[in-house]
């Protein structure tokens, strides 16, 4: 069992940068694949970055490919996503989630921070 509390979320001009948190607590989080999650109101709930166990990057949404960069530190069970160069259609909640390394679906997630990219 593993608990996310997402963190960082808050109101940024267009082009400007936010850096998100999710926290874990519970056992074995080294051994779980870790991702961020999108969804603005109105549309389904996206994908936008993934890491292994290890640290290897598994992937990125080609909407955030070059802006946004997903990390992990399993010493402090943690995992971040930094956002830069952020646009309107970014606005969302973002979510972090967990899957273990031999499932396909995310099995944990945390409670959503809010991102809003506006003037």
């Known amino acids: 069992q593993v608990q996310l509390v997402a963190s960082g979320g808050g109101l940024v001009q267009p082009g400007g940068s936010l850096r998100l948190s999710c926290a874990a607590s519970?056992?074995?989080?080294?051994?779980?694949?870790m991702g961020w999650f999108r969804q603005a109101p109105g549309k389904e709930r996206e994908s936008v970055a993934a890491?292994?166990?290890?640290?290897?990057?598994?992937g990125y949404a080609d909407s955030v490919k070059g802006r946004f960069t997903i990390s992990r530190d399993n010493a402090r069970n943690t995992i971040a996503l930094q956002m830069n160069n952020l646009r309107p259609e970014d606005t969302a909640v973002y979510y972090c989630?967990?899957?273990?390394?031999?499932?396909?679906?995310?099995?944990?997630w945390g409670q959503g921070t809010q991102v809003t990219v506006s003037s």
């Open positions: 519970g056992r074995a989080f080294s051994s779980y694949t």
């Open positions: 989630a967990a899957r273990g390394k031999d499932r396909a679906m995310y099995e944990y």
């Open positions: 890491i292994s166990w290890s640290g290897g990057i598994i």
